[in-house]
């Protein structure tokens, strides 16, 4: 296991789909959904949905790629002939035993996602769910000094505005409201109303000035904390 070994985290759907990996050792991917470059990853590791009750949120199970193949939904699961996809394309990942991660890695909120990339180094060190992420220097720099001042944040996470909703690289969730950050060209402040507001920070800000950009997310969290304190009066 080398620390730059490619392991893709899945999501599988139900504890059959599981059981189906462990028993049979192959995973299945549909054909129109697979991401791209799939066939690099060393290692598939599975991240379990509520559907997993006391498990749910975590990735707790991995386990070696040796090779894929392309079959039908019907000759993998030929118990369910009559599926509406049963005729449809998959990728059939070729496995090796399925393996325990202790202590597993837990998402503080449940994640609609169906791949994720990583790298063996971040997988084996991880805590939680956004450990995970392989980006840009600035990225890990400023989702550091976040984790280092104790805030609860999620990284690459929707928010919505009006009736359109888009992702942001890191959303710090505080009792007052929520301060979304993305990475951008210029620097930019908006306020979202109901206890939202939306910050774009340059790399080279993070990089050479990360001291400033910190005090512009403090300055934004008191900001939140007035305005609730004052709806309260």
Do not use: C
Not at 28 to 34: C, G, T
């Amino acid at each position: 296991m080398n620390p730059d070994d490619i392991v893709l985290v899945a999501l599988i759907n139900t504890p059959r789909d599981l059981e189906l990996a462990t028993r049979e050792h192959w995973y299945r991917i549909p054909s129109s959904h697979a991401p791209k470059f799939f066939s690099g990853a060393q290692y598939l590791a599975f991240y379990l949905p509520r559907a997993f009750g006391a498990r749910k949120w975590s990735i707790d199970t991995f386990a070696t790629v040796r090779g894929h193949e392309l079959a039908r939904r019907v000759d993998l699961i030929p118990q369910e002939p009559n599926h509406p996809r049963a005729n449809e394309v998959y990728y059939k990942l070729q496995l090796g035993e399925t393996e325990t991660r202790e202590p597993p890695i837990v998402a503080k909120r449940g994640r609609r996602v169906l791949f994720l990339w990583t790298n063996w180094e971040k997988f084996s060190t991880a805590r939680e769910w956004n450990d995970l992420y392989l980006r840009t220097p600035a990225h890990e720099k400023l989702y550091d000094a976040l984790r280092a001042e104790n805030l609860d944040v999620e990284r690459e996470t929707f928010v919505r505005e009006g009736h359109s909703r888009y992702r942001v690289d890191f959303l710090v969730y505080l009792p007052q409201g929520q301060i979304a950050i993305s990475l951008g060209d210029a620097p930019v402040r908006e306020n979202l109303g109901k206890g939202n507001i939306a910050l774009t920070v340059t790399p080279n800000e993070i990089e050479n000035h990360l001291a400033r950009v910190q005090r512009t997310i403090q300055r934004a969290a008191r900001e939140l904390k007035q305005t609730y304190m004052e709806k309260k009066q």
